[in-house]
């Protein structure tokens, strides 16, 4: 926390002008660790080829297409935290808070509708050695509306959009302590709203699957005193394979830039369901339960640059509950959890 308080310290210094630049470099938001969906991270870290994740529309709209039933999800995060840089700080959404809403989705057959607070943070601090104050605030929600489709004349082919809107606000205070005062250095008070969009495939042919995804193909974001900008412009593709309860797949993340920075992605699930009777009666019923595990990375040279990814799944009738373990490193202590729980009909 330090460092990030002595970086933007010093952003402010060196941009005091007739207007204070702005202290966000990036807005690269669709990375793997921010992916919302416990199924997905159990099994890798992205989705773009597995319909059964009721989150599936964040990886891919187009998985939505031959879906009938109608879900109400939402997602948290816990997390072990560790020192971040100015730039992790900014671009990485959600990891500054030790339990944090991550995502709500209602999904009705071809089409779903979710929230995401896709940044939130905030850092309030004095630096002794400078006798400066800092205060940070940066906040941006997403409202996003998912629609797919397919056509009787070629059901292994599905598309689908997602069409987002983005608005937020950030407060940036820099002063110095002078003669028991506190005298303002630099003071930003700015809101912003923008749009955006992605576009997702898949295609079926027997027991594979394969599905990509263009993320924030077309965005912008408008702020009320600054230049508008463009959100970091990625995407997935993957390949899975298997039918019925054990699945594999293997895919990869990147950004459309000259500088890709591509991450490689390995997951497996395996899926066990059984009937059952009810716990206050004498009819049967479905439950089921999952388990997941994979791998992510650059470039898989040394445990420090691998990420190992753990989850499972329980359902019972109408109700689930899912969670996952991002191990960054192979470190149990640096590991991130998220959980999932919501309904089906």
């Known amino acids: 926390m330090k460092y990030i308080v002595l970086v933007l310290l010093c952003i402010s210094t060196l941009t005091l002008a007739a207007q204070s630049a702005l202290p966000i470099d990036t807005y690269d938001y669709a990375i793997p660790e921010n992916n919302v969906s416990a199924i997905a991270i159990g099994m890798g870290g992205i989705n773009v080829t597995n319909p059964d994740d009721p989150f599936a529309s964040y990886g891919n709209p187009a998985l939505l297409a031959n879906n009938e039933k109608t879900l109400a999800y939402l997602a948290y995060r816990l997390s072990n935290q560790e020192e971040l840089s100015?730039?992790?700080?900014?671009?990485?959404s959600n990891f500054l808070k030790d339990k944090q809403f991550k995502y709500f989705t209602l999904v009705t057959k071809q089409a779903a509708f979710s929230y995401q607070p896709m940044a939130a943070i905030n850092i309030s601090a004095f630096d002794p050695e400078t006798n400066k104050t800092l205060y940070y605030d940066y906040k941006l929600d997403k409202l996003q509306l998912s629609l797919a489709m397919s056509d009787k004349n070629w059901p292994m082919l599905t598309a689908g959009v997602n069409v987002k809107y983005l608005s937020g606000r950030?407060?940036?205070l820099v002063e110095h302590l002078e003669n028991s005062q506190f005298i303002r250095e630099d003071f930003i008070d700015d809101k912003v709203k923008g749009v955006s969009g992605?576009?997702?495939l898949t295609y079926t042919r027997g027991d594979v699957v394969y599905g990509i995804t263009a993320y924030d193909v077309l965005s912008r974001l408008w702020?009320?005193?600054?230049?508008?900008v463009s959100l970091e412009r990625r995407f997935a593709t993957a390949i899975q394979y298997g039918g019925g309860a054990s699945k594999t797949s293997f895919g990869?993340?990147?950004k459309i830039a000259s500088s890709p920075e591509t991450t490689y992605h390995i997951g497996y699930t395996y899926a066990m369901n059984w009937d059952s009777q009810e716990f206050m009666g004498d009819e049967e019923v479905n439950q089921g339960m999952d388990l997941r595990f994979g791998v992510y990375s650059h470039d898989f040279y040394g445990a420090d640059n691998i990420n190992l990814t753990l989850g499972s799944g329980y359902y019972y009738q109408m109700f689930r509950f899912d969670f996952s373990l991002n191990s960054r490193g192979l470190k149990l202590a640096d590991s991130e959890f998220l959980f999932s729980l919501g309904l089906g009909f």
């Open 86 to 92: 100015f730039g992790e700080a900014t671009s990485v």
């Open 223 to 228: 702020w009320e005193n600054y230049d508008s």
């Open 170 to 172: 950030l407060v940036y």
């Open 252 to 254: 990869i993340q990147s």
């Open 198 to 200: 992605d576009i997702g």
